[in-house]
Protein backbone atom coordinates (compact mmCIF):
# COMPACT_ATOMS: atom_id res chain seq x y z
CA UNK A 1 0.00 0.00 0.00
CA UNK A 2 0.95 3.36 -0.40
CA UNK A 3 1.38 6.23 2.17
CA UNK A 4 2.75 9.65 3.67
CA UNK A 5 6.26 10.00 4.95
CA UNK A 6 9.00 12.04 5.48
CA UNK A 7 12.24 10.70 3.99
CA UNK A 8 15.90 11.48 4.77
CA UNK A 9 16.89 12.30 1.40
CA UNK A 10 20.08 14.57 2.63
CA UNK A 11 22.61 14.80 5.41
CA UNK A 12 22.74 18.27 7.37
CA UNK A 13 20.53 20.89 8.88
CA UNK A 14 16.93 19.59 9.73
CA UNK A 15 15.33 22.27 7.31
CA UNK A 16 16.71 20.87 4.12
CA UNK A 17 17.04 17.05 5.55
CA UNK A 18 13.62 15.75 5.01
CA UNK A 19 11.23 15.40 2.68
CA UNK A 20 7.60 14.70 2.67
CA UNK A 21 6.20 12.14 -0.07
CA UNK A 22 4.28 9.37 -1.27
CA UNK A 23 6.52 5.88 -0.46
CA UNK A 24 4.94 2.47 -1.07
CA UNK A 25 5.08 -0.06 1.87
CA UNK A 26 6.61 -3.48 1.64
CA UNK A 27 3.89 -6.46 1.37
CA UNK A 28 2.87 -7.39 4.94
CA UNK A 29 4.54 -10.76 6.57
CA UNK A 30 3.10 -13.39 7.97
CA UNK A 31 4.30 -12.09 11.41
CA UNK A 32 3.61 -8.69 11.18
CA UNK A 33 1.02 -5.54 11.66
CA UNK A 34 -0.07 -2.06 9.90
CA UNK A 35 -0.62 0.51 12.29
CA UNK A 36 -2.11 3.91 10.69
CA UNK A 37 -0.02 6.63 13.12
CA UNK A 38 -1.28 9.27 14.80
CA UNK A 39 1.74 10.29 16.06
CA UNK A 40 5.77 9.25 16.26
CA UNK A 41 8.54 10.08 18.81
CA UNK A 42 11.99 11.34 17.43
CA UNK A 43 15.11 10.01 19.52
CA UNK A 44 18.71 11.63 19.76
CA UNK A 45 20.22 8.20 16.94
CA UNK A 46 17.79 10.08 14.05
CA UNK A 47 19.96 13.32 14.79
CA UNK A 48 23.17 11.41 14.10
CA UNK A 49 21.32 9.57 11.23
CA UNK A 50 20.74 12.69 9.69
CA UNK A 51 24.30 14.05 10.36
CA UNK A 52 25.43 10.85 8.79
CA UNK A 53 26.85 9.18 11.92
CA UNK A 54 24.21 6.49 12.77
CA UNK A 55 25.82 3.11 10.87
CA UNK A 56 22.40 1.46 11.29
CA UNK A 57 20.52 4.00 9.68
CA UNK A 58 19.19 2.71 6.10
CA UNK A 59 21.22 4.20 2.91
CA UNK A 60 18.91 7.09 1.66
CA UNK A 61 16.86 8.33 0.76
CA UNK A 62 14.74 6.49 4.25
CA UNK A 63 12.63 6.66 6.59
CA UNK A 64 14.09 6.96 10.13
CA UNK A 65 11.78 6.40 13.45
CA UNK A 66 11.57 4.00 15.94
CA UNK A 67 8.32 4.17 17.42
CA UNK A 68 4.63 4.99 16.82
CA UNK A 69 1.39 5.34 18.06
CA UNK A 70 -1.88 4.56 16.35
CA UNK A 71 -4.38 2.17 15.39
CA UNK A 72 -3.79 -1.99 14.10
CA UNK A 73 -5.52 -2.39 10.77
CA UNK A 74 -4.06 -5.13 9.41
CA UNK A 75 -2.35 -8.39 10.43
CA UNK A 76 -0.63 -11.01 8.93
CA UNK A 77 -1.70 -14.65 9.19
CA UNK A 78 0.03 -15.49 12.51
CA UNK A 79 -1.54 -12.66 14.29
CA UNK A 80 -4.21 -12.75 16.39
CA UNK A 81 -6.72 -10.70 15.11
CA UNK A 82 -8.30 -9.31 18.47
CA UNK A 83 -5.37 -6.65 17.75
CA UNK A 84 -7.55 -5.26 14.89
CA UNK A 85 -8.72 -1.29 15.75
CA UNK A 86 -6.83 -1.32 19.20
CA UNK A 87 -4.79 1.27 19.92
CA UNK A 88 -1.19 0.49 20.43
CA UNK A 89 2.62 2.03 20.90
CA UNK A 90 4.67 0.00 18.65
CA UNK A 91 8.82 -0.07 18.24
CA UNK A 92 9.80 0.47 14.69
CA UNK A 93 13.31 -0.14 12.90
CA UNK A 94 12.63 2.58 11.23
CA UNK A 95 10.15 3.73 9.00
CA UNK A 96 7.91 5.49 12.06
CA UNK A 97 7.65 9.06 10.34
CA UNK A 98 4.99 7.74 7.81
CA UNK A 99 0.94 7.68 8.24
CA UNK A 100 1.21 4.34 8.08
CA UNK A 101 3.48 2.05 10.14
CA UNK A 102 5.21 -1.88 9.52
CA UNK A 103 5.83 -4.01 12.49
CA UNK A 104 6.27 -6.85 14.14
CA UNK A 105 3.45 -8.45 16.56
CA UNK A 106 5.91 -8.57 19.07
CA UNK A 107 6.65 -4.59 18.88
CA UNK A 108 3.37 -3.73 20.05
CA UNK A 109 1.45 -3.05 23.00
CA UNK A 110 -1.89 -2.57 24.04
CA UNK A 111 -2.08 1.33 25.21
CA UNK A 112 -5.72 1.98 26.42
CA UNK A 113 -6.10 5.49 26.92
CA UNK A 114 -2.52 6.35 27.80
CA UNK A 115 -1.68 9.79 26.50
CA UNK A 116 0.17 9.75 23.36
CA UNK A 117 3.09 11.61 24.04
CA UNK A 118 3.62 9.38 27.43
CA UNK A 119 2.80 5.98 25.51
CA UNK A 120 5.62 6.74 23.30
CA UNK A 121 8.04 7.22 25.65
CA UNK A 122 7.61 4.04 26.82
CA UNK A 123 8.82 2.71 23.71
CA UNK A 124 12.37 2.90 22.33
CA UNK A 125 13.26 4.84 25.23
CA UNK A 126 11.22 2.96 27.68
CA UNK A 127 12.27 -0.39 26.47
CA UNK A 128 15.61 0.66 26.61
CA UNK A 129 16.12 1.81 30.22
CA UNK A 130 14.07 -1.19 31.65
CA UNK A 131 16.22 -3.40 29.64
CA UNK A 132 19.71 -1.62 31.03
CA UNK A 133 18.60 -1.35 34.68
CA UNK A 134 15.99 -3.98 35.34
CA UNK A 135 16.35 -7.08 32.79
CA UNK A 136 20.07 -7.40 32.03
CA UNK A 137 21.55 -5.70 34.52
CA UNK A 138 20.05 -4.80 37.62
CA UNK A 139 20.36 -1.81 39.76
CA UNK A 140 20.90 -2.98 43.71
CA UNK A 141 20.27 -1.31 47.00
CA UNK A 142 22.83 0.44 47.79
CA UNK A 143 25.04 0.72 44.56
CA UNK A 144 26.20 4.52 43.13
CA UNK A 145 24.64 5.00 39.69
CA UNK A 146 25.70 7.83 37.53
CA UNK A 147 23.25 8.78 34.89
CA UNK A 148 24.64 10.60 31.90
CA UNK A 149 21.85 13.10 29.99
CA UNK A 150 19.75 12.55 33.35
CA UNK A 151 16.67 14.82 31.90
CA UNK A 152 16.34 13.27 28.31
CA UNK A 153 14.30 10.18 27.59
CA UNK A 154 15.82 7.35 28.92
CA UNK A 155 17.77 9.24 31.51
CA UNK A 156 14.57 10.46 33.56
CA UNK A 157 13.38 7.04 32.95
CA UNK A 158 16.64 5.69 34.48
CA UNK A 159 16.14 7.97 37.65
CA UNK A 160 13.36 6.50 38.80
CA UNK A 161 13.96 2.76 38.20
CA UNK A 162 17.67 3.16 40.03
CA UNK A 163 15.53 4.85 43.20
CA UNK A 164 13.10 2.04 43.29
CA UNK A 165 15.95 -0.36 43.05
CA UNK A 166 17.18 1.12 46.55
CA UNK A 167 20.24 2.90 44.75
CA UNK A 168 21.68 6.49 44.93
CA UNK A 169 21.71 8.33 42.11
CA UNK A 170 24.08 10.91 40.38
CA UNK A 171 22.49 12.52 37.90
CA UNK A 172 24.65 14.47 34.94
CA UNK A 173 22.97 17.10 33.22
CA UNK A 174 23.72 21.24 31.73
CA UNK A 175 21.63 23.43 33.18
CA UNK A 176 19.62 24.64 36.37
CA UNK A 177 16.08 23.62 34.76
CA UNK A 178 17.08 20.00 34.41
CA UNK A 179 18.74 19.73 37.51
CA UNK A 180 15.70 20.22 39.47
CA UNK A 181 13.57 18.17 37.12
CA UNK A 182 16.07 15.55 37.97
CA UNK A 183 15.63 16.32 41.64
CA UNK A 184 11.98 16.00 41.27
CA UNK A 185 12.36 12.72 39.75
CA UNK A 186 14.28 11.85 43.17
CA UNK A 187 18.20 11.64 41.91
CA UNK A 188 20.18 12.71 45.15
CA UNK A 189 22.78 14.66 43.67
CA UNK A 190 22.21 16.66 40.01
CA UNK A 191 25.48 17.63 38.85
CA UNK A 192 25.73 20.60 35.42
CA UNK A 193 28.98 19.80 33.86
CA UNK A 194 28.35 22.93 32.17
CA UNK A 195 29.68 24.63 35.53
CA UNK A 196 32.12 22.27 36.85
CA UNK A 197 34.00 18.91 36.15
CA UNK A 198 31.42 16.29 36.99
CA UNK A 199 34.37 13.92 38.08
CA UNK A 200 35.73 16.35 40.58
CA UNK A 201 32.33 17.04 41.70
CA UNK A 202 31.28 13.17 42.25
CA UNK A 203 35.18 12.34 43.67
CA UNK A 204 34.14 15.19 46.76
CA UNK A 205 31.04 13.33 46.87
CA UNK A 206 31.74 10.07 47.65
CA UNK A 207 35.34 10.38 48.80
CA UNK A 208 36.66 6.74 48.79
CA UNK A 209 33.89 5.04 47.56
CA UNK A 210 33.37 4.21 43.70
CA UNK A 211 30.24 4.83 40.90
CA UNK A 212 29.39 1.33 40.87
CA UNK A 213 27.42 1.99 37.61
CA UNK A 214 27.35 4.46 34.73
CA UNK A 215 24.75 4.75 32.18
CA UNK A 216 26.66 6.54 29.20
CA UNK A 217 25.11 7.26 26.12
CA UNK A 218 27.68 10.28 25.72
CA UNK A 219 30.94 8.44 24.56
CA UNK A 220 34.08 10.27 23.81
CA UNK A 221 36.35 11.72 26.79
CA UNK A 222 33.35 10.94 29.56
CA UNK A 223 34.12 7.36 29.08
CA UNK A 224 38.18 7.58 30.65
CA UNK A 225 36.35 10.15 33.58
CA UNK A 226 33.80 7.25 34.00
CA UNK A 227 36.33 4.41 34.32
CA UNK A 228 38.22 6.31 36.64
CA UNK A 229 35.21 6.61 38.92
CA UNK A 230 34.56 3.07 39.15
CA UNK A 231 34.82 0.61 41.55
CA UNK A 232 35.75 -3.06 41.66
CA UNK A 233 32.76 -4.81 40.64
CA UNK A 234 31.17 -2.06 38.54
CA UNK A 235 29.85 -1.90 35.27
CA UNK A 236 29.37 0.91 32.30
CA UNK A 237 26.78 0.61 30.43
CA UNK A 238 27.48 1.99 26.33
CA UNK A 239 24.64 3.23 24.68
CA UNK A 240 25.01 5.84 22.68
CA UNK A 241 27.78 8.38 21.32
CA UNK A 242 26.31 11.74 21.26
CA UNK A 243 29.52 13.37 21.61
CA UNK A 244 30.57 12.12 18.25
CA UNK A 245 27.64 14.27 16.83
CA UNK A 246 29.52 17.46 18.19
CA UNK A 247 32.34 17.02 15.81
CA UNK A 248 32.52 19.36 12.34
CA UNK A 249 35.86 17.97 10.45
CA UNK A 250 33.78 14.30 9.36
CA UNK A 251 36.34 11.32 9.68
CA UNK A 252 38.86 13.50 11.89
CA UNK A 253 35.97 14.32 14.61
CA UNK A 254 34.84 10.38 14.88
CA UNK A 255 38.72 9.60 15.01
CA UNK A 256 39.30 12.60 17.59
CA UNK A 257 36.18 10.72 19.60
CA UNK A 258 37.71 7.17 19.46
CA UNK A 259 40.90 9.09 20.29
CA UNK A 260 39.28 10.69 23.64
CA UNK A 261 38.04 6.73 24.62
CA UNK A 262 41.56 5.54 25.16
CA UNK A 263 42.23 1.65 24.82
CA UNK A 264 40.81 -0.90 26.66
CA UNK A 265 42.82 -4.32 27.44
CA UNK A 266 40.38 -7.07 28.35
CA UNK A 267 42.85 -8.07 30.88
CA UNK A 268 43.06 -5.15 33.15
CA UNK A 269 39.35 -5.30 33.35
CA UNK A 270 39.32 -8.42 34.29
CA UNK A 271 41.92 -8.22 37.01
CA UNK A 272 40.03 -5.14 38.12
CA UNK A 273 36.65 -6.52 38.08
CA UNK A 274 35.30 -3.90 36.00
CA UNK A 275 32.54 -5.27 33.05
CA UNK A 276 31.96 -2.52 30.03
CA UNK A 277 28.69 -3.24 28.18
CA UNK A 278 27.05 -1.90 25.02
CA UNK A 279 23.22 -1.91 24.36
CA UNK A 280 21.79 -1.46 21.01
CA UNK A 281 18.06 -2.49 21.50
CA UNK A 282 17.87 -2.17 17.73
CA UNK A 283 20.08 -5.64 18.07
CA UNK A 284 18.28 -6.95 20.44
CA UNK A 285 14.70 -6.74 18.78
CA UNK A 286 16.20 -8.34 15.73
CA UNK A 287 17.73 -11.42 17.66
CA UNK A 288 15.30 -11.59 20.86
CA UNK A 289 12.13 -10.40 20.24
CA UNK A 290 10.67 -12.16 23.58
CA UNK A 291 12.55 -9.58 24.84
CA UNK A 292 11.49 -6.64 23.87
CA UNK A 293 8.08 -7.39 24.16
CA UNK A 294 8.74 -8.24 27.63
CA UNK A 295 10.57 -4.76 28.64
CA UNK A 296 7.60 -2.97 26.63
CA UNK A 297 5.07 -4.51 28.66
CA UNK A 298 7.08 -3.93 32.14
CA UNK A 299 7.32 -0.49 31.24
CA UNK A 300 3.29 0.23 30.27
CA UNK A 301 2.38 -1.67 33.26
CA UNK A 302 4.67 0.29 35.14
CA UNK A 303 3.12 3.41 34.00
CA UNK A 304 0.13 2.10 34.38
CA UNK A 305 0.36 0.95 38.28
CA UNK A 306 1.60 4.76 38.72
CA UNK A 307 5.38 3.86 39.51
CA UNK A 308 7.17 5.64 36.76
CA UNK A 309 5.90 9.57 35.10
CA UNK A 310 7.11 10.15 31.80
CA UNK A 311 8.37 13.83 30.59
CA UNK A 312 6.77 15.59 27.92
CA UNK A 313 9.75 17.56 25.36
CA UNK A 314 7.71 19.06 23.77
CA UNK A 315 4.57 18.07 21.16
CA UNK A 316 4.94 19.37 17.37
CA UNK A 317 2.49 19.16 14.50
CA UNK A 318 4.22 17.06 11.73
CA UNK A 319 4.82 20.28 9.16
CA UNK A 320 7.38 21.28 12.81
CA UNK A 321 9.79 18.30 12.56
CA UNK A 322 12.81 20.34 11.03
CA UNK A 323 12.19 22.84 14.38
CA UNK A 324 11.67 19.48 16.62
CA UNK A 325 14.83 18.43 15.22
CA UNK A 326 16.50 21.20 15.73
CA UNK A 327 15.49 21.13 19.70
CA UNK A 328 16.44 17.64 20.32
CA UNK A 329 19.91 18.18 19.00
CA UNK A 330 20.61 21.50 20.95
CA UNK A 331 20.55 19.48 23.66
CA UNK A 332 18.38 21.74 25.61
CA UNK A 333 14.77 19.81 25.81
CA UNK A 334 13.66 17.57 28.28
CA UNK A 335 11.60 14.09 28.08
CA UNK A 336 10.60 12.90 24.98
CA UNK A 337 9.59 15.02 21.98
CA UNK A 338 6.34 13.64 20.26
CA UNK A 339 4.99 14.82 16.48
CA UNK A 340 1.24 14.68 15.19
CA UNK A 341 -0.03 14.16 12.14
Partial sequence: MKTTAYSLVKKGKAEQAFQLNEIELPALK????????????????DVMARNGLYREAPPMPCVLGYEVVGTV?????????????????GFTRFGGYAKHAITTKDAIVE???????????????GVTAYYMANYSFPIRAGEN?????????????????????????????????????????????????????????????I???RIDVSFNPVGGDTFKKDRALMG???????????????????IFSQLNFLRKMGRIIPA?????????????????????????????????????????????????AHSSLAEAHTLLESGKSIGKITIHW
Fill in 111 to 125: IGDIPTSNALSLATQ
Fill in 30 to 45: ENEVIIEVASFGINYA
Fill in 207 to 209: GTK
Fill in 232 to 250: FGSRMVLFGGSQLSEGRFG
Fill in 268 to 316: FMMMQSKSLIGVNMLKIADSKPEVLNHCMKEMVKLYQDGKIVTENGGEY
Fill in 73 to 89: IEVGKLVDTSILQKRVV
Fill in 145 to 205: VLIHAAAGGVGTLLIQLSKQAGATVFAKVSSAEKQEKCHSLGADYTINYKSMDYQDKIESL
